[in-house]
């Protein structure tokens, strides 16, 4: 089968008291140049779209990080997608559409900030919140009374959602907390035999989950700071966008990402204001650290990298830079068996602050 890799055609897990075989992984590269997918792209299109006909998962490929989709407006694939994320219902998931016209339809009403926000940005890495349409299910929205709906940059994801004839409901592709995939492998990692089909479209090239932005609210709110500054949404929308204040955990999420522990990797990680001592201290304990770090060329840093107990990964400065990289380091790093990962806390601006909301949240401890 061209452009295929049949992973687990002879593996099998158990699950339950029933064996299930891995996930095919499709490569579908689309060379940005080519105005039509390549044969390949194509044959793995639709045979995902078979897999979400019949109410499978299926692992897609956005310029953020992967997600894990199902068809929004049935219910029973998207429970299939709490279970194996192992996901609270109380996190409402993100809706991927193929065009304005198709977000349209699915809201009660679509606010002049959605409608701004959407012409400009969109297909990109930004998520309106607006009022829910009776057509999506409680499941979706947990229970809430709106809906989070994006035009991913990616166009094996849009053309997905295209060939489908419908929105897809589609989280990223990872076990609830856990780092993100932004490659299909660290997907397969991360769910396994969970998933009925990975596509894989290459590298994420922003590496962080979208902006999501509440347009329900006067002024409109960010929910969870991502690529798209805040900066550039209020040129967008022509006036002021705001933080929200803390709310009460009664309250339904009106987005993913609010959880108190996110986006975290196995091994422990920590973000300490003296990063350089913090390490040394913990390499003369006898533990094993990986650091994350853009100052390689720091006199204290070099000396600490002779140590057998230390791997250090040189970060970019530059902010698009360090989030691209940031969840592929992690997931790296999970797999050297160390004690503990150590990250240079992020510059203190706006500029950063999707950046330390993830690390943030990767660092609270259970």
């Known amino acids: 089968m061209g452009g295929a890799i049949l992973l687990g055609s002879f593996r099998r897990c158990k699950v339950g008291l029933m064996a299930r075989p891995l996930p095919p992984?499709?490569?579908a590269v689309w060379p940005a140049a080519a105005a039509e997918p390549p044969a390949a792209a194509v044959e793995a299109i639709?045979?995902?779209v078979e897999v979400l006909s019949r109410r499978g998962l299926v692992a897609i490929p956005t310029e953020t990080v992967y997600g894990l989709a199902a068809i929004a407006f049935d219910e029973e694939a998207v429970a299939a997608i709490f279970r194996a994320k192992g996901r609270p219902s109380t996190n409402p998931l993100i809706v991927h559409v193929a065009d304005i016209a198709m977000a349209r339809s699915l809201?009660?009403?679509?606010?002049?900030?959605?409608?701004?926000?959407?012409?400009?940005?969109?297909?990109g890495p930004v998520t309106v919140v607006v009022p829910r349409g009776?057509?999506?299910?409680?499941?979706?929205?947990?229970?809430?009374?709106?809906?989070?709906?994006?035009?991913?940059?990616?166009?094996?994801?849009?053309r997905l959602i295209a060939a489908a004839g419908t929105p897809l409901a589609a989280p990223s592709a990872n076990r609830s907390e856990g780092v993100s995939p932004t490659t299909a492998l660290h997907v397969l990692e991360s769910l396994g035999n969970r998933i009925d089909l990975i596509l894989d479209?290459?590298?994420?090239?922003?590496?962080?989950?979208?902006?999501?932005?509440?347009?329900?609210?006067?002024?409109?709110?960010?929910?969870?700071?991502?690529?798209?500054?805040?900066?550039?949404?209020e040129a967008a929308v022509g006036g002021p966008v705001e933080w929200p204040a803390a709310e009460p955990a009664?309250?339904?999420?009106?987005?993913?990402?609010?959880?108190?522990?996110?986006?975290?990797?196995?091994?422990p990680l920590e973000m300490p204001d003296d990063a350089c001592g913090r390490v040394a201290a913990l390499v003369d304990a006898g533990q094993r650290i990986g650091w994350l770090t853009s100052r390689t060329d720091d006199p204290d840093v070099r000396r600490l990298a002779a140590s057998r107990d230390l791997v250090i990964v040189p970060m970019p400065a530059d902010v698009e830079g360090f989030a691209a990289?940031?969840?592929?380091?992690?997931?790296?790093?999970?797999?050297?068996?160390?004690?503990?990962?150590?990250?240079?806390?992020?510059?203190?601006?706006?500029?950063?602050?999707a950046v330390r909301d993830r690390l943030t949240r990767a660092a609270v401890r259970t």
């Open 25 to 27: 992984i499709l490569r």
């Open 46 to 48: 639709g045979r995902a």
């Open 107 to 123: 809201a009660a009403d679509w606010p002049a900030a959605a409608e701004a926000i959407a012409t400009r940005f969109w297909p």
């Open 134 to 158: 009776p057509r999506i299910p409680d499941i979706v929205t947990a229970g809430g009374p709106t809906v989070a709906l994006r035009c991913p940059d990616h166009p094996l994801a849009r």
């Open 201 to 233: 479209g290459g590298p994420c090239t922003k590496g962080i989950e979208s902006t999501v932005i509440d347009c329900t609210s006067s002024p409109p709110r960010i929910l969870r700071p991502g690529p798209l500054s805040r900066a550039a949404v």
């Open 250 to 267: 009664a309250v339904t999420a009106r987005s993913p990402g609010q959880q108190a522990r996110h986006y975290a990797p196995k091994t």
């Open 325 to 353: 990289r940031l969840y592929a380091t992690l997931h790296a790093l999970d797999q050297r068996q160390l004690d503990r990962i150590i990250v240079d806390r992020p510059p203190d601006d706006e500029a950063w602050r």
